[in-house]
Structures are given as C-alpha cells and as structure tokens.
C-alpha cells in the first residue's frame, strides 16, 4: 500500500533561520513525490515534485526537498524562512491516485 | 494555462437539503478530476475521481455521488445532506500519468446545520 506521513503537526521556526518539514514514504514501485502549500481556506498550491535523477528538488517559492531513497524520506527545506511561509503543507505521493500526509503547520515567528 | 473553477465559495445549507457543488477546468483536455474534503483544516479525504466523461470511481462510500457530464466539468452531489457533510470541498485536476501534479481549485466551504 502506499502512504505518506508527518510525523510532526506543528513546527516552529524563527523568521531567518532554516525550516525542514518532515515526511516519510512507503510505496511499491518508483516513487512519485509531492509537495503541496495550503493557505487559510485556500485550495493547495504545487511546490515540489521528485520524478528521478537529482536527489535535491528546487521548487517555487525558494524551497527545495531532499529525496532520500534509503530513508525513505522526502522532506521539505528553505535556508531562510519568512513569516509569510507560515502555512500547511502537505506531502504526498502518486500512484494512480495522490495519497496525502495529514499535514504540517509551520509557524514563522517574527 | 490552465485554471480551475469552483462554485459556490461558500455554502449554509440545513441538514437533509440537496447540494450540488460543481467544478469546471479550462485549457486543457481530458484531464484526470477529483474531488476531495478536508475536514477541520487538516488532512485531504479523496472522495471520487475521474479519468473520462461518466467515468466514476468512488473512494468512501457515503450519501455523496459525483458526475461528470463533459469532459472539464465535474459535479458533487447529495440528495439529503448530513451534519458530517460540513467541511472543506476541493477539486483538482491533472494530467494522466502519475508523475503529473494535481491542480487544486480554489474549494467551497460548506456548512450543514
């Protein structure tokens, strides 16, 4: 079966100081990885998405995901977090259908 | 490019009245529809998705039925709606093949009473 999760609800961060949020996979098969950002009362927006080839995944809004195939890890990063990126995100992984992890809220404190 | 459309934004309706929510996609062709709930803020519930006009499939079974009448047009329905019914209404669309990302809509927020 395929599933992701987050093992954290919430994160801290100071503003300026480097943000990871956390996610692990279990699928059968290549991997297909996902990042999503939800804003209050928002619909999801892409980030990320690991396919193959290089581990370390650019996306928008400065943010990038190390895939870890051993660890079976693809958590999210930003060197330099900003109070703006206070959010919930989402992993997820495709295969056929999205499967979604239960989400991260990320607090940027001012 | 591509956009996605919900309607209503938001919706007050009492408990055992129908609901229609529909989405509609531009610019592009037989996409892959889903709709899916959230409840309570959090964690994404897939409810039915779609690879083809009147092509269902359904993931939790419920009072909830979905249709698709043409090609970018997916529609969420009830007959009798349920206080469990509130929540957070997205519907996403995407390409067909699984490295593709979903493109979620802006979602409808309905409230039963």
């Known amino acids: 079966a395929q599933s992701v999760a987050q093992p954290e609800d919430q994160v801290n961060v100071a503003e300026g100081n480097p943000l990871t949020v956390k996610c692990t996979y279990s699928?059968?098969?290549?991997?297909?990885l996902f990042w999503y950002v939800q804003y209050p009362n928002r619909g999801l927006q892409f980030l990320l998405k690991?396919?193959?080839?290089?581990?370390l995944v650019k996306g928008s809004y400065g943010f990038e995901a190390e895939f870890n195939k051993s660890q079976t890890s693809f958590h999210l990063k930003k060197p330099s977090a900003l109070v703006s990126d206070s959010a919930l995100y989402f992993c997820a992984v495709s295969s056929l259908k999205f499967y979604f992890g239960t989400g991260t809220s990320l607090t940027v404190i001012p | 490019s591509q956009t996605i459309h919900q309607w209503p934004a938001t919706l007050v309706q009492p408990v055992g009245s129908p609901l229609s929510l529909e989405c509609t996609v531009e610019g592009t062709s037989n996409p892959n529809l889903y709709w899916y709930r959230q409840a309570a803020g959090r964690g994404l519930q897939l409810l039915f998705y779609?690879?083809?006009?009147?092509?269902i499939s359904s993931e939790v079974p419920q009072n909830l039925s979905a249709s698709r009448p043409q090609d970018r047009q997916f529609i969420l329905s009830s007959k009798k709606l349920l206080l469990s019914d509130s929540g957070f209404y997205l519907c996403?669309?995407?390409?067909?093949?699984?490295?593709?990302?979903?493109?979620f809509g802006p979602g409808t927020r309905l409230t039963v009473l």
């Open positions: 690991y396919i193959t080839g290089d581990n």
């Open positions: 996403a669309w995407s390409l067909l093949t699984d490295y593709n990302e979903q493109f």
């Open positions: 779609s690879v083809g006009i009147g092509q």
């Open positions: 699928v059968s098969g290549n991997p297909y």
